[in-house]
Structure formats: C-alpha cells, structure tokens
C-alpha cells in the first residue's frame, strides 16, 4: 500500500492511540492537508494530516455530530512547536459508506430510487441548520466562538472583484470578468434578507463528501465529511454547495434533494420562499473563490463554466 504522510508522523498517532501500524492508503478528499486510511491493530481510521490547526474542525465536528451523522473525532493533535515537519493531525473513526460522487455518477442505480436519495442528502444537509449561534462569522477558537463580521450583502462585491484579481490567465476573459462583478453588485443587496442567520454552515457540502448506504431498499447518509470551512451563517449557502453543479446530476436525485431540504428546516428558521435563488447568491462567494485555483483544476474550470453561465442568463431563481 501506499504510505502517505511520513513514518514518524503515523507511527507517533498509533502510540497516541495505543496502538501500532499494519498499513495506510491515501485517501481523496480534503483540500489544504493529506488524507488517509490507517489500519491498526484494533482496527482502522481515518488520520488528517496539515492543514490549519484542526481543534476548531474537530469542535465543529463535534457539535454538528448531535445533529447529523459526521465521525466522531478520536485525536487531535496541534503542531509541535520548534518542530515544523510535524504537522497538526485529527483522528477519526472510519465510517463505511460510498460516496455519493460515485452512486451519482454510475450508470443505472445500484438500489433504492435516486429520488429518495436525494430526500435523504436534503434532510440531513437541512439539519445541519440546526445548530444556532449568537451571531453569523467565522470560528475563532475550538470553543466555536464567532468573530463578527460586516454583512453578507455587502461583502460580496469586493470579494468578487478581489477574487477576480487573483484568476489565471486565460480562466475568464476580461468581459466574463466584468460582467460578475455586476452580477454580484446587483445581486449583492438581495442577502440583507439572511445577514442575521446564525446557524452552522458546513460549506462544502458536495458529493465528495458525503457517504451513503443503502439498507433494506432505503438510503442513509452515514457520514458528512470535511468540516474544515464550517461558519456560522445562512443554512441555504450548504444547498446551493451541494447543487452548484446538479446539471451533471441525475435531475430525480435534484428533484428530491430540493425537496428533502425544504421539507426539514429547523422549526425555528421558517424557510424563506426564494431559499433557492438566496442560496445561489450566497454561492457567488465560493465561486468566485473557486476560479483562483492554479490552472488546470478541474473544479475551478467547472466554476468558471458556471460563472459564464450565470453572466450570460443571471442568476437563476
């Protein structure tokens, strides 16, 4: 098997944990550290390597764990100071599960209907919601306390325009590129709406990480992975994540995951008619974020695709 990370790094875990190595295999998934699937001796899991700290992902993970089905979080272990080859590491349990990009992606479905699925990924992603906080903003510490921030409505537009600034050449052609910052300023205003939401936004909601099983001819989430960029905020930023790119989904899994998350928001956040279309606005942040990835980067190309969508038809409702 592959080792990923450095003998050191894993062997010191498995002592954390009491235990010793048999094997590792790298994993995908996980955007500024190293993945990868340890076996021990007792049994197997999960082990995060670089990165930002992780206590502020693992309390995250932790209080969303009350709520949706995400791994429990076995180890954390920050940077050893004076010592900059040994990267900050987080444990967790090993969750069997396929992912949803792959049961997306097959050819025919392999179990129960597609709609149900996507009911299913709705419900779960609405309960993410759940989790209330005093005030929208970005964690700060691992006891989740929020930073303040200025509004939505009116940070988008210089996100977009600092954002663009920083996209390969070639990626955006100068009209594309003047055409989003309008969009945005246009759009920007319709976000005063949900400035004040407060609840956890997981934000990275995709079919990459999220893992599936079927179980007596019905769907289950078993595990929401990859909470490293969970905020405080507005709960339809998460379903706009997961269908950013749905043209590339089966339309009955599209069709039920609208339905699952609008059918299971918290009893205390009534859902606002045009969820939806705030949702996508929400999005324009992460898409204009995405398209400054090197050139090259799938993902940052299929954001490009969409911004030249949206520019030329608005942003759909």
Not at 2 to 31: K, M, N, Q
Not at 67 to 85: M, N, R
Not at 196 to 216: C, E, T
Not at 280 to 304: E, H, I, K, Y
């Amino acid at each position: 098997m592959t080792a990923p990370g450095t003998s050191d790094e894993i062997h010191t875990i498995a002592e954390a944990l009491g235990s010793r190595v048999l094997a590792t295999r790298r994993l995908a998934g996980g955007f500024s550290h190293e993945t990868c699937l340890v076996t021990l001796a007792d049994g197997q899991v999960v082990v995060r390597l670089g990165g930002p700290d992780p206590a502020i992902e693992a309390a995250v993970m932790a209080t969303a764990r009350r709520h949706v089905p995400v791994p429990e979080v076995l180890l954390v272990l920050p940077a050893a100071a004076g010592e900059p080859a040994a990267r900050p590491a987080m444990v967790i349990e090993y969750v069997s599960g396929t992912p949803l990009e792959q049961v997306l992606a097959a050819d025919g479905p392999a179990g129960p209907p597609l709609s149900d699925l996507g009911a299913e990924v709705g419900r779960v992603v609405a309960g993410i919601g759940t989790v209330a906080y005093d005030r929208p903003g970005f964690f700060i510490d691992e006891q989740l306390t929020v930073r303040g921030e200025r509004p939505w409505s009116t940070q988008l537009p210089e996100v977009a325009a600092s954002c663009l600034a920083g996209v390969p050449e070639g990626r955006l052609d100068p009209a594309i590129r003047d055409g989003w910052r309008e969009l945005c300023a246009v759009h920007a205003p319709a976000l005063s709406a949900v400035d004040g939401h407060a609840r956890l936004v997981h934000a990275d909601v995709n079919p990459k990480n999220i893992l599936v099983s079927s179980d007596g001819g019905r769907w289950q989430v078993a595990a929401v992975l990859d909470w490293e960029f969970g905020y405080a905020g507005c709960p339809y930023a998460d379903a706009a994540n997961m269908l950013r790119f749905g043209a590339d989904y089966p339309a009955e899994f599209v069709d039920g995951f609208r339905s699952g998350f609008a059918g299971h928001q918290p009893a205390d956040l009534p859902l606002a008619a045009d969820w939806a279309y705030l949702g996508r606005v929400l999005d324009m942040f992460a898409l204009s974020d995405l398209v400054t990835r090197p050139a090259g980067n799938p993902v940052a190309d299929q954001a490009a695709e969409v911004i030249r969508h949206w520019v030329a038809d608005g942003v759909p409702a």
